[in-house]
């Protein structure tokens, strides 16, 4: 660690990972729900597990990627943090205001903490992912406004790399789109159109750069390959990023009720999208292959590598996999899109922090690497969390496809809830294999704590 | 030593096997055919034009010729075939794409397979 | 990748890409947007309904169900429910307002909102609205969502 700034993204990174513990935890709840429909009915109904899953995901990544700049910002601007003062003061406000949301939903129904946060003044609450509060939407805000003052500051009062310049247009453009999270109409089409231009120009526009850029660092210091190199490849791949996946937000505007073009272009340009995955998996081989010293973080080079490929395959393959209008005509709204969530989620944004995490925490905590061990137990969750969501996303993939063909395809449709009884093995082997994530996970956080045998490294 | 000519088409070819996975499949296996004959014996280049055949032969067998088997067996009418036909192939052509990545990578820096990611 | 292509190029593809791309994007939205009313049913979108979406809104249906096919995947989709319930808002108002309130022993089952007589009206007006929407060779591909 080259800056005393960068240890912030320690606390960070602390509060993201209790923070995922938690999302998995009703993840594992919300699994069982799908087989046992009464699983604490009704003190905790399915919409409110899954509303506390998914808002934990958002949070809990907003803090992976906010303690990732926290490390990476200073380091690549040779200059200490602008305000490490600010960024501590925001950590507590956004886990504050996070918990709080969170406690909300479990707490009070719904309907209720619509109404103590004065939601009729400015109704934004209720749509898929952006159920927050009102006054939780400015709090991120405010937020991620003071964030990027601070390491835009640092950034351009400091050294500019490209790393670091494509890393704050993410964070910008991460910004810009979330105000349109604000806007809620009656119209639903309207509002639903505009609803993916938070959701889908976060994970499928700017969180690619964040990410590109993240991976891009990573792969920089622990392959030693020059900067040169990575730079042209992290343009290109958040090139494709952008140049597919702007339009390709029309893979989201096929049965809505807008026009019949967007079947056309969000056909083509989302069939474009797997490329810049692609190209991240390529670009990652390569400098691994390249490389020109063995760094000690072994486990942070398997989590580059694990990001690259597991990115590739549920965000690139299994968007692919329905994203093609006259597939997609069957597929929408079923487990097809439940199963590409959970990978393309994990793959990319969910192992990039990770792989993020895995590099600095070593060295906030003074040490080059892990110790041996925690190193081998970190690589062992590594598998147990990678393969387990391999398996999630297959069984989901089952589900998807017997619910496709029964209730969809077939000349005798049939009701949801009977095709869904008809798949439930599919979810039992599901929670089978969330639990083992869970289990995974427990071990990740061990591995923090594990003594062992120091490793030997070759000074650069 | 393998001189600049070569490697450029050791990189051709491992680049072709991947098309042939992907955007492109038959046209770029009958071009990989024809490169074939352009390299010679023991050269790095016919390394790459083999390594890329071969992938490319197995592949045709596991996901073309299982997918088929599997259609016949499990009926073209139940949901069942489908299951295991689409997410079988699907995760085995990706693990072939990969595969051929990692080829494409390697056939770049010139050497042949072998090294593993994590240690020399 | 090649010498002959430079950072340069890369980074102009970066830029030139984004920009064209996004522009493109802004003057679909604008072209998608001022076609709507041709689709979307906003001859509709009484003050009822509005006042149905903001209940769909605050009660957290999407978390459970899908409209249009957007949403959780845990209970059948309602854009077409009204249809599915032979065109009738009585019986979409009788379905959420019976629901029991410790649910079904062993199966998914729908809250009980307590709704008023006036809301679930609200509410019914609201997916029947929705229903109203012509979506693309009719989305859903059949009655069952």
Known sequence: MKYESQ????????????????????????????????????????????????????????????????????????????????????????????????????????????????????????????????????????????????????????????????????????????????YNPDNIVLDKYFWWFVVHLWVEGVWELIMASLLAYVLIKVTGVDREVVEKWLYIIIAMALISGLLGTGHHFFWIGTPDYWQWIGSVFSALEPIPFFMMTLFAFNVVNKRRRDHPNKAAVLWALGTAVMAFLGAGVWGFLHTLAPVNFYTHGTQITAAHGHMAFYGAYVMVVLTMISYSMPLMRGQKAANVTAQLLEMWSFWLMTISMVFITLFLTGAGIVQVYLQRYSDDPLPFMVVQEKIALFYWMREVAGVVFLIGLMLYIYSFFAKGKEVEFVEE | MADKLQLKRASTAALVSLLNLTVFPVISFIFLLLLYKKTSPNMIDRYYVIVGIKTNLVAAVALLLVSALMILLGGFDSPWTWVYVITYFVIVHAMFILFATWTLTRSWTGEKLKKTFLSK | MRETFTKGMARNIYYGGAVFFFLVLIGLTVDTVKSLPKTDNSENLTEQVAAGKRLWEINNCIGCHTLLGEGAYFAPELGNVYTRFGESTEAIKAFIKYRPVDGIPGRRSMPQFNLTDEQLEALAQFLKYVDGVKTARDWPPNIQG
């Open chain 1, 7 to 182: 240890g912030i993204a320690k606390m960070y990174f602390i509060a993201a990972i209790a923070l995922f513990v938690g999302q998995i935890l009703f993840g594992t709840i919300m699994g069982l729900q799908y087989v046992m429909g009464d699983f604490l009915f009704p003190e905790l109904p399915f919409n409110v597990v899954r509303m506390v899953h998914t808002n934990l995901l958002i949070i809990w990544l907003l803090f992976g990627f906010m303690g990732s700049a926290y490390f990476l910002v200073p380091e690549e601007s040779e200059r200490e943090l602008f305000s490490p003062m600010l960024a501590k003061v925001m950590f507590w406000i956004f886990l504050f205001a996070g918990v709080m949301t969170i406690l909300g939903y479990l707490l009070v129904p719904y309907a209720r903490l619509a109404e103590i946060t004065m939601n009729d003044l400015l109704p934004t609450m209720g749509r898929e992912f952006l159920e927050q509060p009102t006054i939780t939407k400015i709090g991120i805000v405010i937020v991620v406004l003071a964030f990027l003052f601070n390491i835009g500051m640092t950034i351009l009062t400091g050294r500019k790399t490209v790393i670091n310049v494509v890393l704050l247009t993410g964070m910008v453009g991460l910004a810009v789109f979330f105000l349109f999270s604000f």
